[in-house]
């Protein structure tokens, strides 16, 4: 039963003033379904204007409040071009305000002439003349301006504004209930931490360290705290014991022979099988390793003992991936291997499901579908998750209610992870390093170029193309929402069109299914030379005549995107090149993380100083979307593991110091909180 206290941060969103239908769709598509999700809807960053009197005082790009008035508009007729709203200053400078398609609606009303406006936004130059584009307020002499001076920037998406999210966040704010403390009082004085709701409060209203330390600390607290609930559940679970007996793995014709890390890691996999608890092992391998055909052997081991086994992929277009490679692989083998996604429908689907049952299906490679209710196994013994970033904590979970015993797990992860993320994500578990990479790969070159280049490095994508490689070419990330992303992509696909004609593909997430995969295996078949994408792509694409790629924009990337990226080149033997296309304006820290991706090609390092310069706030990124039904586990037992985990939670945040007091039932109040309570005998049909 979830505490009376936490009720109104479960609310759903409708029932904050002005949110109806409309509203709710973009809030949904953000994760943004709950009160509580909107308390935790962090800025992205802060805008800090500065008040000036006159535009001189004023640098191009600042971002200012200022006094003007209005003196004209014009505009209207012609529908394409700008709304201009021309303005003065107190001393006669004109600048005009500038409106594109219906925001000059707003405009009409929001500035008559004759009048002076407060108006907030970042001043720009455009020929000879200042402007301000869609100004961020516009408000009559007298009013708040001042308090405004300092401004959360939220993620929004299309239909969202600024304005109305800060209006949500306060009301969802007010509504936040006082907890009580989960943390040792000597350790919140001891650390200048605010309680939760003055923390939440704060974090929403400028860059405050205190704050986000103390949210960033709760996170894990909460994690660490569901992980040994977990874990203590675990250690009464049973794994079926699994030995081989290496009839299927003799038959396979690899056309390679296994790396040292390879074969190693296989061998520890397999010790693991063979014992009555089950596996909870982490394959970590740097982009192109060949985490696959490790996973295949383990799977191979289960099937061998009878069993089956499931490989999970983050996306549709993986799972496909996946297939089509594990069934080739697998072939000689006789092991019989189905894919199952959301998106197989009628007999097909039936007929998978049917296989599953009865056990005539040996590997079943597929999105979480292959997890639903509805899927039933004869003997589920083992499974494979790919990308395991890219679940949440529940997910994993979830899939140990399918079988009468829990089944091996086996997690893979390009990404690598650092070490104390990797506690925080998985507690303890067993790790095995593909720390060398198959023979015959190449360096990838990496070069930074600007983007007005554009046309040499079209030029030498052409060049690229006419000589039978592959390319890939990476939209820029827009982030302001997923539209423009699509946007920004589609425009470059046709201009590259334009030059390359039916060569080019293009794949982004909006694209209807079938499309997305149609594109991607007239790429994949070598039948489109260039693959136009956002970053869709990003994980596990693997076409090793691809041996150059081109990211734009780079610097809006992080580096572990980047690295990802730049991982689907490099794949065969064949030398492979990187182009990083930056912008004009670059930051000193973009500068450097582009450098360093110039200089080094070692996901490790990379990884960690991702995790760097993103700050500990972000250090889980897996907040659960909360349609996990669960329970909460007793009290005792919380409070018998609090300490501990608070100690988990410290060292990583790494700080030291003791505790002694026990906050059991505020920790259980804790853990609804972040919904981390996923004992694995609660979960969904266990
Ligand atoms: P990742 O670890 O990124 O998932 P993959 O399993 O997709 O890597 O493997 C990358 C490529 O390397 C594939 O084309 C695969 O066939 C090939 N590969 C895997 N193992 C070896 C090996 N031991 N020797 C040569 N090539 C290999
Ligand atoms: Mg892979």
Known sequence: MRPDALNPLFAETETLDGVGPKLKKPLDRLGLTRVRDLVYHFPERFVTRRAVGTIDEAGEGEQIVV??????????????????????????????????????????????????????????????????????????????????????????????????????????????????????????????????????????????????????????????????????????????????????????????????????????????????????????????????????AGMLIAVEAGAQAALLAPTEILARQHYESLRRLAEPTGARVALLTGRDKGRARESTLMGLLDGSIDIVIGTHAIFQDKVGYRNLAMVVIDEQHRFGVGQRLMLASKGRTA?????????????????????????????????????????????????????????????????????????????????????????????????????????????????????????????????????????????????????????AQLHQLRGRVGRGSEKSTCLLLRGDQLSETARDRLALMRETQDGFRLAEEDLRLRGGGELLGTRQSGDTAFQIADLDQITRLLPVAHDDARLLMERDGGLEGKRGAAARVLLYLFERDFGVKTLRGG
């Not at 021309?86 to 600048?95: R, T």
């Not at 295996?521 to 260039?530: I, M, T, V, Y």
Request: hydrophobic share 40%; glycine share 8%; with cysteine.
């Open 67 to 296: 006094k003007l008035l209005v003196i004209e508009h014009r505009g209207g007729r012609n529908p394409r071009a700008p709304y201009r709203v021309l303005a003065q200053d107190s001393v006669g400078n004109v600048l005009s305000l500038t409106y594109f398609g219906r925001a000059s609606y707003t405009a009409k009303k929001q500035l008559p002439v004759g009048e002076n406006r407060w108006v907030a936004g970042k001043l720009e130059r455009y020929g000879d003349m200042m402007q301000i584009v869609h100004p961020d307020h516009v408000l009559e002499e007298g009013g708040d301006t001042l308090q405004r001076l300092c401004e959360p920037v939220y993620r929004l998406a299309e239909g969202l504004t600024q304005p109305k999210v800060a209006g949500l966040v306060e009301q969802a704010l007010a509504r936040t209930p006082e907890l009580p403390e989960w943390c040792e009082t000597g350790q919140v004085e001891r650390e200048g931490w605010p309680a939760w709701r003055e923390a939440l409060r704060r974090a929403h209203g400028g860059e405050d360290a205190a704050a986000r330390d103390r949210l960033a600390y709760d996170e894990l607290l909460a994690n660490a705290l569901a992980l040994m609930l977990v874990r203590a559940d675990n250690r009464q679970r049973k794994g079926q014991p699994l030995r081989g007996d290496g009839s299927l793995r003799d038959r396979l014709a690899l056309p390679f022979p296994l790396t040292g890390a390879q074969t190693r890691s296989i061998a520890e996999i397999e010790g693991d099988l063979v014992q009555d608890t089950p596996m909870l092992r982490l394959l970590q391998g740097d982009v192109g390793a060949g985490k696959t055909v490790v996973a295949l």
């Open 407 to 559: 089944p091996h797990v086996l997690a893979m992860t390009a990404t690598p992870i650092p070490r104390t993320l990797t506690l925080a994500q998985y507690g303890e578990l067993d790790v095995s390093k593909l720390d060398e990479l198959p023979p015959g790969r190449q360096a990838i070159e990496t070069r930074v170029v600007s983007l007005s280049r554009l046309d040499e490095v079209a030029a030498g994508v052409e060049r690229h193309l006419t000589s039978g490689q592959q390319a890939y070419w990476v939209c820029p990330m827009v982030r302001e929402n997923e539209n423009d992303d699509t946007a920004a992509a589609e425009a470059r696909y046709a201009s590259l069109k334009e030059r390359f004609g039916d060569d080019v593909v293009l794949v982004h997430g909006q694209l209807a299914p079938d499309m997305k995969d149609a594109a991607m295996e007239c790429f994949a078949r070598g039948e489109a030379k260039l693959l136009v994408a956002t970053t869709v792509i990003e994980v596990g694409v693997d076409v090793p005549n691809a041996t150059l790629m081109v990211i734009e924009q780079a610097e809006r990337f992080g580096l």
